[in-house]
């Protein structure tokens, strides 16, 4: 495998989340996309896919991002896990690699969800307890990312944007900024989405951001008749998520930014596309960022 | 998981996870003290509830597509979702989330009309395996014949034995043959029938599966065949495995079934 065009970090351009359905195409076709994202738990014991991902790895810049190393878990974190996951690194030498500001795992028993934290000093000092083990086990710094939520702890104490900065500034891992995921939670809440975007960027270093995410999402209606929205990545991105993904890029600068797909998985040349509109925005905060600099 | 406990988080997990599990929630629901903000805790946890048991269920769909499609999928769910709560996974890696899947819906409430489900489920987990693997052909065993030709077998192969025809089973449903599957469910006169199940607690039916770059194989095999598969896997000589195979004339087993099966490559000697 040649790996000189591509040990390079993630470039700040829009990359793809691939999926297991896309890798046959991925790989007799080789389509365009300036880097790639895939879930490593889908890698740990399936190694047909494994195989074809090594040759996708090849040709593309790749990032891991984690869905169960569950970073929230009082209990700590599986050292099974970490060490599939740091087999996974070694191989495939990810430019990025991340999981979520949850827990699934409690009483030893897996729950495939990213399940929300009481944002208390008691969960800082167990996240961070929990990213510095993973981070000293991979060599290396993660991302961690702000997940929705559809419920909020009356326990919690400090708000959710102030939670990962000080995080990231405790155990020194980066951010993975979820657009999608601040307007699902914003609005699930009844507070103004744009509002609390300006609260995360106020909070956030820019440095420490390493990546972005874009999604889909479904609106629901509860059994009261009350809307919910549902991170279920399986439409389009919508054009709120949009605006504020201008907004982010505008205060935050140019990153990485990735567009995940899961459910009801179209046409690769649909993520392309969706792709491309990522791409136009992230132009014009690179013009921007020269412009500023000159 | 080492890490000294925090206790107030622990037990708030400990809490959510047994109520997100719960085959009563209301009788484990944690109290809406817990919660803040526009929606009730209820609704946000019947969110999770949802999305951890479709998790659950889809992730056994992918390797239960024909029980699935047999039992349909609202009860596939519901056999699912009993599953999830007897034996909730220990980790992230799904894939592995089914190997006792087969075994759980033995005998389950509703399925009285498909005693051969169990066997489905369990063939069809062989497979899901045999499609994870990575495929290896130089790995596989190499039989020296007498004149100098070795035959190489296919790595990794599983074989599989059953007391019904699963196979032609999952085929049938996959293909929606309702002939087949109605010869089946109602086994006929004729014995040995090819859809008739062998005498309980018996295996009468036994298939090779093996994986290839290209895709996961499946043959038929005779019970001769198939103990002088489990023989050459199990690293026998030539002679060994034929005497294993318990056939009168042993080399109409190669002759027959073994030498044209895809999982077994001719070498011939050089300059042959």
Same mark, same amino acid.
């Given at each position: ?62 990032? /891991? ?148 995410? /874009? ?48 459910? &009801? ?13 990522? &791409? ?15 | ?13 400990? #809490? ?20 803040? #903000?526009?929606?009730? !805790?209820?609704? !946000?946890?019947?969110?999770?509830? $949802? ?6 269920? $889809? ?12 039992? %349909? ?24 989330? =089914?190997? %006792?899947?087969?075994?759980?819906? $033995? #005998? ?79 086994? %006929? ?11 309980? !607690? ?14 996961? $194989? ?8 198939? !103990? ?26 190669? %002759? ?5 099966? =895809? ?7 050089? =300059?042959?």
């Amino acid at each position: 495998m040649s790996r000189s065009s591509i040990a390079a970090p993630i470039p700040a351009q829009a990359g793809i989340g691939l999926r297991l359905p896309h890798h046959a195409m991925v790989l007799a076709e080789r389509p365009a996309a300036a880097w790639l994202e895939v879930h490593p738990e889908n890698y740990m014991a399936d190694q047909h896919s494994l195989a074809e991902l090594e040759l996708i790895r090849a040709d593309y810049p790749l990032s /891991l991002h984690a869905v169960g190393l569950s970073l929230g878990s009082a209990q700590g974190v599986d050292g099974a896990h970490i060490a599939r996951l740091r087999h996974l690194v070694e191989l495939l030498e990810p430019g990025l690699v991340s999981d979520h500001l949850s827990w699934s795992v409690a009483s030893g028993h897996y729950l495939p969800d990213l399940l929300p934290l009481p944002y208390t000093e008691e969960a800082l000092r167990v996240v961070a307890r929990n990213v510095s083990q993973v981070q000293e086990a991979l060599g290396r710094q993660i991302l961690v990312e702000n997940p929705s939520t559809y419920l909020c702890y009356a326990a919690s104490t400090i708000p959710e944007a102030e939670f990962l900065a000080a995080l990231a500034q405790r155990s020194g891992c980066g951010v993975l900024f979820d657009v999608n995921n601040v307007y699902v939670s914003a609005t699930n809440q009844r507070l103004d989405p744009a509002a609390v975007l300006e609260d995360w960027c106020r909070a956030l270093d820019a440095r420490t951001v390493g990546e972005i995410h /874009l999604a889909g999402h479904a609106l629901v209606q509860t059994e009261a008749g009350d809307e919910l929205r549902i991170d279920d990545h399986g439409d389009h991105v919508c054009s709120e998520v949009w605006a504020l993904y201008e907004r982010s890029l505008a205060q935050l600068g140019p990153k990485p930014t990735l567009l995940e797909w899961d459910t &009801r998985l179209p046409a690769f040349g649909v993520l392309q596309a969706e792709c491309a509109q990522a &791409r136009s925005r992230l132009d014009i905060a690179q013009e921007r960022r020269y412009a500023r600099a000159v | 998981m080492h890490a000294p406990s925090e206790h107030a988080l622990e037990s708030l997990q400990s #809490g959510m996870a047994a109520a997100l599990l719960a085959a009563d929630p209301a009788g484990q629901a944690l109290p809406e003290a817990l919660f803040t #903000g526009a929606h009730a !805790g209820a609704v !946000g946890l019947r969110v999770h509830r $949802n999305t951890v048991l479709g998790a659950l269920s $889809n992730a056994l769909r992918l390797s239960f597509t024909a029980v699935d499609r047999l039992v %349909g999928e609202d009860f596939f769910d519901r056999m699912a979702i009993d599953y999830a709560r007897a034996r909730p996974p220990r980790a992230p890696q799904l894939d592995e989330y =089914g190997v %006792g899947f087969a075994a759980h819906i $033995n #005998g389950f409430p509703g399925t009285e009309s498909l005693p051969y489900l169990a066997e489905l489920a369990q063939f069809e987990w062989q497979l899901a395996e045999a499609a994870r693997a990575r495929a290896a052909r130089e790995a596989g065993p190499v039989l020296q014949l007498d004149d100098g030709v070795r035959l190489r077998f296919a790595a990794p192969l599983w074989l599989h034995a059953a007391r019904y025809p699963v196979a032609r089973l999952r085929d049938a449903i996959l293909a929606e043959d309702t002939v087949t599957l109605a010869a089946i469910a109602a086994p %006929g006169p004729a014995d040995p029938a090819p859809t008739n199940p062998a005498p309980a !607690g018996t295996a009468g039916f036994h298939y090779a599966i093996w994986r290839t770059s290209e895709g996961v $194989n499946v043959r038929s095999l005779s019970a001769r065949s198939a !103990g002088f598969l489990a023989a050459v896997y199990a690293g026998a000589t030539a002679i060994e495995a034929l005497a294993a195979s318990g056939d009168a004339d042993s080399a109409q087993v190669l %002759g027959e079934e073994i030498l044209p099966a =895809g999982f077994v490559q001719v070498e011939l000697p050089p =300059g042959a």
